[in-house]
């Protein structure tokens, strides 16, 4: 038995969900693989942008040299405009975003840290509020009142604690088009602020470090049928803003050298509870797993002779801070404080 089939039967539970379904979607000689439930993405990645000018709508294809001119014209629909799907996509000093607006939540938001951008702290939380994103239209965004009572964080997708470099820069981690639905006690407030601790940790052992994160919508097999079923909740009066399965972050760790090598990592969490003992590497899953599950692509241009596995160069784990700590967001200092450690 292989031990992507052994770990989809075997597995069970909040912190192996993830790393299931991962070997569940990479698993390209499985027996079964090839089902109606088969990780192909529910939100294909859009082709135009709303802040940007739309792309002309796309022509027909060429007829074939004699073929009979065909009787419809199914592109004539492009005279009343082009029904999309329409990507968000926003460019802010701290972060690129793009914006899924059926789930109202992002696609993906990617940032870039530096140990020199870590140390600089001319921003103050205190100062911040979160705020709805005015560039995407009112029938598509997310709303401050869908967060309301709902019994989910407004979780930051990138963290503020990395961009506290500049005021407006913090200030635009919390639009909401930065934020998805997260269990609060055990994950967002924890588990999930670990990791992007980890993150940062990772400036002590890299110049350039790069994370794109998001949201997931996983299947799930359904105790009773057998089937692959996606159910997810979705927050506010009326139903709004779609509460993810779980959450991928893609880190890419460059060495700082033109055409130098990159150590890739790729983690998927449930959005659950997650015990501070559980090793990270635990929500470690190929590169590829993320991709078909999230219908993204993230390294297409990077060749496989300049990619290094991030956790076969330093150690993949999270430091437990306390709350208090963790509120003030304090990195050590140059020789103070453990930067990962080479090997595992």
């Known amino acids: 038995m292989s031990k992507a089939t052994l770990a989809l039967i075997a597995a069970a539970g909040a912190a192996t969900g993830a790393v299931t379904t991962a070997l569940y979607y990479s698993s390209k000689a499985r027996a079964g693989?090839?089902?109606?439930?088969?990780?192909?993405?529910?939100?294909?990645?859009?082709?135009?942008?709303?802040?940007?000018?739309?792309?002309?709508?796309?022509?027909?294809?060429?007829?074939?040299?004699?073929?009979?001119?065909?009787?419809?014209?199914?592109?004539g629909i492009f005279q009343y405009g082009f029904p999309g799907p329409t990507n968000d996509l926003?460019?802010?000093?701290?972060?690129?975003?793009?914006?899924?607006?059926?789930?109202?939540n992002p696609h993906w938001v990617a940032e870039h840290?530096?140990?020199?951008?870590?140390?600089?702290?001319?921003?103050?939380?205190?100062?911040?509020?979160?705020?709805?994103?005015?560039?995407?239209?009112?029938?598509?965004?997310?709303?401050?009142?869908?967060?309301?009572?709902?019994?989910?964080?407004?979780?930051?997708?990138?963290?503020?604690?990395?961009?506290?470099w500049e005021?407006?820069?913090?200030?635009?981690?919390?639009?909401?088009?930065?934020?998805?639905?997260?269990?609060?006690?055990?994950f967002n407030r924890d588990y999930w602020a670990h990791l992007e601790h980890f993150c940062r940790r990772l400036t002590r052992a890299y110049p350039s470090v790069r994370v794109v994160t998001g949201p997931l919508y996983l299947p799930r097999r359904d105790a009773v049928s057998g089937k692959w079923v996606v159910s997810y909740e979705v927050i506010g009066s009326p139903p709004n803003v779609a509460v993810?399965?779980?959450?991928y972050k893609v880190v890419f760790a460059e060495d700082g050298r033109t055409g130098g090598n990159v150590a890739l990592g790729a983690?998927?969490?449930?959005?659950?509870?997650?015990?501070?003992?559980?090793?990270?590497?635990?929500?470690?899953?190929?590169?590829?797993?993320?991709?078909?599950?999230?219908?993204?692509?993230f390294a297409q241009k990077l060749p496989a002779e300049r990619r290094t596995r991030l956790c076969a160069e330093v150690a993949c784990g999270v430091l437990v801070r306390g709350f208090a700590e963790r509120q003030r967001d304090r990195l050590p200092g140059p020789g103070r404080g453990a930067a990962p450690r080479p090997g595992r």
């Open 267 to 297: 983690f998927v969490l449930p959005n659950a509870e997650i015990a501070n003992e559980t090793p990270l590497v635990d929500f470690e899953v190929p590169l590829e797993a993320v991709e078909r599950a999230s219908g993204l692509e």
């Open 33 to 75: 693989a090839d089902t109606g439930a088969d990780g192909a993405p529910l939100h294909p990645p859009p082709a135009t942008t709303t802040t940007t000018t739309l792309p002309a709508p796309p022509s027909a294809l060429p007829l074939r040299t004699g073929a009979p001119t065909p009787p419809v014209d199914p592109s």
């Open 167 to 186: 005021q407006q820069a913090m200030d635009e981690t919390f639009v909401l088009s930065n934020m998805c639905p997260q269990v609060g006690d055990g």
């Open 244 to 247: 993810p399965t779980h959450f």
């Open 90 to 104: 926003a460019t802010r000093r701290s972060l690129v975003s793009s914006f899924d607006r059926r789930q109202r």
């Open 113 to 164: 840290i530096t140990a020199a951008s870590l140390e600089a702290r001319h921003g103050d939380r205190r100062l911040s509020a979160f705020a709805e994103d005015e560039t995407v239209p009112d029938q598509f965004r997310a709303k401050l009142k869908d967060y309301a009572r709902s019994g989910y964080d407004r979780g930051h997708q990138v963290p503020a604690a990395d961009a506290q």
